[in-house]
């Protein structure tokens, strides 16, 4: 088992770390580098494997209604633990809530547990996302209008692979791989990225973001294992919340902070500090779903 977890969680980190030692001799534009990935690549993932008609979309209501508890339920729970912290819930909430289900999310799920995971890494991606860019938004500013969902790339592809699967509309074969292909160059360069955003650490807000690199995961399990259990999850769906509800937080919650001018600083070491923390975490996790939830993985 031990040589399972290395070999899930080992090309993670290394393209992660590539991503970091290219960014410590280099200056990447990285902002472009994820604007194209985030308009692109993702929606073409998002589309390609949704469209795909061997995708049974109607089984996975339960993960996604289980996914959206895990990211809202998070932010009721730990609101307590803001308040009696004196810590500002517009800073701590977000990054507590919505996580790392795209550069960490969809590459570990494949990882672990193969291409069969591909439509639960999507759809538990595709929940994050849209609650980010809707209930985050209006966290941090409740006048912005839900209507510029409508204008996010991953939202139309997430609308048109669904109406295409729905509706029992085949696609042709070759352009299935096409998109697949295209879409295939998102986890890597998320992977990418991330390890280039590791460089902005900032240690000097170290106590808030190892707080959170605790209260993050642990939020997200507890609410999780209920879930499971209400809504009869087992196997891969079951697996795939366990390591989704374990995730850290989204290095997307830097950039909307910092958009919005809600004390981006902490927010960044909320989600480094964060992401660093999975590498204890993960493990942990990763071992408790192969001996117990899901021990056919791989």
Not at 221 to 235: H, Y
Request: aromatic fraction near 8%.
């Amino acid at each position: 088992m031990t040589a399972q977890i290395i070999a899930t969680l080992l090309p993670v980190f290394l393209i992660a770390g590539c991503g970091t030692l290219y960014g410590r001799f280099r200056t990447p534009d990285i902002r472009s580098l994820n604007t194209l990935n985030m308009e692109i690549f993702v929606p073409m993932l998002v589309f390609a494997v949704l469209a795909d008609r061997q995708a049974p979309l109607a089984e996975y209501a339960g993960l996604a209604l289980a996914a959206a508890v895990v990211v809202l339920g998070s932010g009721l729970v730990l609101w307590p633990v803001a308040k009696l912290l004196k810590l500002e819930p517009k800073t701590f909430l977000p990054p507590m809530m919505f996580n790392n289900s795209g550069n960490m999310g969809i590459p570990l799920l494949v990882l672990a547990f193969g291409e069969a995971a591909l439509p639960a890494a999507v759809v538990l991606f595709i929940v994050e996302m849209l609650l980010h860019f809707s209930v985050g938004l209006y966290i941090l500013s409740p006048r912005t209008p839900l209507w510029r969902l409508l204008r996010m790339p991953i939202v139309l592809a997430s609308l048109a692979g669904l109406g295409f699967n729905l509706g029992g509309v085949p696609l042709p074969g070759w352009l299935l791989e096409a998109l697949h292909m295209l879409g295939g160059v998102c986890i890597p360069l998320m992977l990418f990225a991330l390890g280039v955003r590791m460089l902005d650490i900032d240690f000097g807000d170290w106590k808030t973001g190892l707080l959170g690199a605790v209260l993050c995961p642990l939020s997200g399990l507890i609410l999780a294992v209920p879930m499971i259990l209400w809504l009869e999850l087992t196997g891969l769906q079951a697996a795939s919340l366990w390591v989704f509800a374990a995730l850290p937080p989204a290095v997307l919650n830097y950039l909307v902070a910092e958009q919005y001018k809600q004390e981006p600083h902490k927010v960044a070491s909320l989600v480094l500090i964060g992401n660093l923390g999975s590498l204890v975490v993960m493990p942990i996790v990763l071992a408790l779903v192969f001996m117990h939830v899901y021990p056919g993985a791989n």
